[in-house]
């Protein structure tokens, strides 16, 4: 074979190599962002490390569904990352130049902005309305109310917050089943609420902020106790040490009445329900599967809505296979979403000094 033959042999091969390639990206923007995922995990020996604030109890269902919708997905370790903590230490080390261990990894609420401010997320590969245009036949669509503004991250759970309370002692006819009901003198001394603020979705609605800011400073004036952590507060109630608390999640008064089989505890949504768009994930920029991180977030915001309402008890109030959607119906409710999720900073600063608990002031910057 003479050169000018073999140069084109070698030419007609690389036109055939491109336009393979070009085939397989081709399609909608939802098969793209497959072959993305598929062809990164297959450098990681579809291996990927999650790390989000679900108990292990609850994400185990979850990561099975999402492994068995994707099978090239095949093997997931997970970490449960819950409270502050973790995310200060992981964003020292981001700025330290060491990356986070979780390709996945929601952030709380807390550090988003500092977050933001440090670089320590990256441009989805693909727009989510390109992504939600071109979804299976048969998966739910992205709703409006859980994608960023911006684009930058999709909110993956529906966090309701009601009132709990223990049946031994409480009488029936006495049961908490308003706002109004936390702040009966009855109950003066003996109401918990979490020092963590749950309840941002009132500070944000104008229908309901007027109320909730009086709700906040009655609750003062009743004498409530604050301590730290839902399940913390599920586990006094249940053993006793108190009659009521408010302002609790759905999923952990549920994980403890139906799973865990506690019968001296009720759960109920009150005339209102503040309803947080929470897990919200953006792509860390030290994923090394990026395109999986947003496959993730986009199946568990749509498709996985189902495992998640059903094992997680963090469904979307208007998804009907969502374990509380008969019990949000009817019901008001204040959605606190994504650009909701961008007022944080400000309402965790403010529910503090409502609630008169002491905090440790920041040192202004010296210029």
């Known amino acids: 074979m003479n050169i000018k033959k073999k140069l084109l042999v070698g030419v007609s091969v690389m036109s055939l190599i491109l336009l393979s390639n070009h085939a397989a990206m081709a399609g909608s923007a939802f098969e ?49 990352e819950t409270g502050v903590g973790p995310f200060g230490r992981y964003l020292i080390s981001f700025k330290q130049g060491q990356n986070p261990p979780h390709d996945i990894m929601h952030v709380a609420s807390e550090f988003q902005d500092q977050y933001l401010k440090a670089g320590a997320f990256q ?14 036949s048969g998966w739910p669509k992205l709703h409006k109310n859980a994608l960023d503004p911006k684009g930058d991250f999709v909110s993956t759970t529906g966090n309701a ?21 936390c ?25 309901q902020r007027p109320r909730h800011i009086a709700w906040l400073k009655k609750l003062v004036d009743n004498d ?15 053993g006793g040490e108190f009659p009521v608390a408010c302002g609790i999640n759905y999923h952990t008064a549920y994980r403890s009445i139906e799973r865990s089989g506690v019968k001296n505890v009720k ?8 309803l947080e768009l929470g897990t919200r994930l953006y792509i860390p920029k030290w994923s090394r599967t990026p395109a999986t991180a947003q496959l993730f ?22 998804n009907p296979k969502a374990h509380k959607y008969a019990a949000s119906q009817g019901k008001y409710i204040s959605l606190c979403g994504a650009e909701c999720a961008t007022g944080w900073t400000k309402f965790n600063k403010e529910y503090p000094k409502l609630l008169k608990i002491p905090v440790v002031k920041e040192k202004k910057k010296k210029k």
């Open 224 to 238: 409530v106790m604050i301590i730290r952590g839902q399940g913390s507060i599920v586990r006094k109630i249940a």
């Open 123 to 136: 441009k989805p590969m693909f727009d989510y309305e390109a992504l939600n245009a071109s979804l299976p």
């Open 297 to 318: 977030a986009l199946w568990a915001a749509t498709e996985g809505q189902e495992p998640l309402g059903k094992f997680a008890y963090r469904g979307f109030t208007w």
């Open 267 to 274: 759960f109920t949504f009150a005339e209102s329900i503040p």
């Open 32 to 80: 793209q962002l497959v072959e993305k995922s598929k062809s990164e995990l297959a450098k990681v020996g579809g291996k990927i490390n999650i790390g989000l604030d679900w108990k292990k109890s609850d994400a185990g269902p979850v990561m099975a569904s999402f492994k068995k919708d994707f099978p090239f997905v095949k093997e997931i370790k997970y970490a449960r």
């Open 161 to 181: 917050r009601g009132i709990i309370w223990n049946t031994k002692l409480v009488a029936a006819d006495k049961a908490p089943t308003t706002w109004a009901s």
């Open 183 to 207: 702040l009966d003198p009855a109950w003066k001394g003996k109401v918990l609420i979490d020092a963590r603020n749950k309840l941002q979705a009132f500070q944000y609605d104008p229908n």
